[in-house]
């Protein structure tokens, strides 16, 4: 198989693999969006969400044998002359396991141990096909997901890559994508920050992956905390429920006892702005953002029912009123908590 071929069948297999997000209920007055936001449309960012994840290991080890003596060797099974199909992988797991493991390269050789990013027995691959891979991704946020899923930390995190790898999620943490996929892209970030963190607490990686590691955490965080500055100042993309489980999924995150807020709240030696703070901050000292709700509410309500605000009956008012006081209510508390978990968190770490 040439690269072309290899890249071409990666993707194919990672857009097969890939979930999309859930998609979440308008954002009206009296809507469960704050349950919902918590529940089943707001992603678990510790899981990786994939469609029959077993059969794509599969491919994936096949696309790993790409040397002559691997692809002689898989014809010479007796139980693999059947046609490849991503859609059957019903061949023998031994002979594929056997396969690869020629092509399989050892913890020692890439400078990371497989407990720390079990991506990495498929660094050859991925190495070789990213870019191709990246570039195809265009708009669809659940191809992306799972391309970053099954990608190793070295390649995501490296110099060449991991500014695209930024500026896509910050693409599709924008204000144009919808509150489901928003909160989806959020919650990816946060994930992609964990694997990091955990990668940062293997003693066998090197002193370049572990600033590129770094590095990456804090872009990740920059770039969604200005996707929400940029998204709150806009009545139409303002979401209540991209926001509630924006901060919730950061409160988890930085809670836990692995997790550095440093690294991800604060940027290199010479930074002078920090965008997660000022997202965090802005939230909590804002005592109008109830009239923001407010329009919001109704610009939702008059885009699906049809109506004009004029024609809103007396008790539709005052639930949109009362809806926008209690959200903005929601928003400052959450804000200020996790505002006193980080200082109490940077506190305890000195």
């Not at 070295?154 to 994508?177: N, Y």
């Not at 709150?232 to 924006?246: A, D, E, F, P, T």
């Not at 209690?326 to 804000?335: F, G, K, N």
Request: aromatic share 6%; net charge negative.
């Amino acid at each position: 198989l040439t690269s072309s071929q290899v890249s071409q069948l990666l993707f194919v297999a990672l857009a097969l693999a890939a979930k999309s997000p859930g998609e979440a209920p308008a954002e009206l007055a009296g809507s469960q969006v704050a349950a919902v936001a918590a529940s089943e449309v707001a992603p678990r960012f510790g899981e990786e969400e994939m469609v029959d994840a077993d059969q794509l290991e599969r491919a994936l080890k096949l696309l790993d044998m790409d040397s002559d003596a691997d692809l002689q060797a898989l014809a010479a099974a007796p139980k693999s002359s059947a046609a490849f199909s991503l859609d059957s992988l019903d061949g023998d797991d031994d002979d594929i396991e056997s396969g690869s493991q020629t092509t399989a390269a050892s913890g020692s050789d890439l400078g990371v141990e497989l407990a720390a990013d079990p991506r990495v027995a498929h660094l050859a691959l991925f190495r070789r096909a990213f870019p191709d891979v990246l570039a195809h991704v265009d708009d669809s946020f659940q191809v992306f997901r799972s391309v970053v899923y099954l990608t190793p930390l070295t390649v995501l995190t490296s110099a060449e890559h991991a500014g695209r790898v930024v500026e896509k999620l910050s693409f599709f943490c924008g204000g144009s994508s919808s509150s489901s996929t928003r909160a989806a892209s959020h919650a990816l970030g946060v994930h992609l920050s964990l694997r990091c963190t955990r990668l940062l607490a293997s003693s066998s990686i090197d002193r370049t992956l572990t600033g590129d590691a770094r590095a990456l955490m804090w872009s990740l965080f920059e770039s969604t905390a200005k996707s929400h500055i940029a998204a709150s100042r806009n009545i139409k993309q303002m979401s209540y429920m991209s926001i509630v489980s924006g901060i919730s999924m950061w409160r988890r995150y930085l809670v836990m006892p692995e997790v550095d807020a440093r690294h991800v709240l604060f940027g290199p030696a010479g930074t002078e702005q920090s965008p997660p703070f000022e997202w965090l901050c802005s939230l909590m000292a804002d005592q109008e953002m109830y009239k923001r709700f407010h329009a919001a509410l109704e610009h939702a309500e008059t885009s699906t029912t049809g109506r004009d605000k004029d024609g809103f009956v007396v008790r539709k008012v005052k639930q949109i009123r009362e809806e926008a006081e209690h959200r903005a209510a929601v928003v400052r508390i959450l804000a200020a908590s996790t505002i006193l978990l980080v200082l109490r968190r940077l506190l305890q770490d000195g």
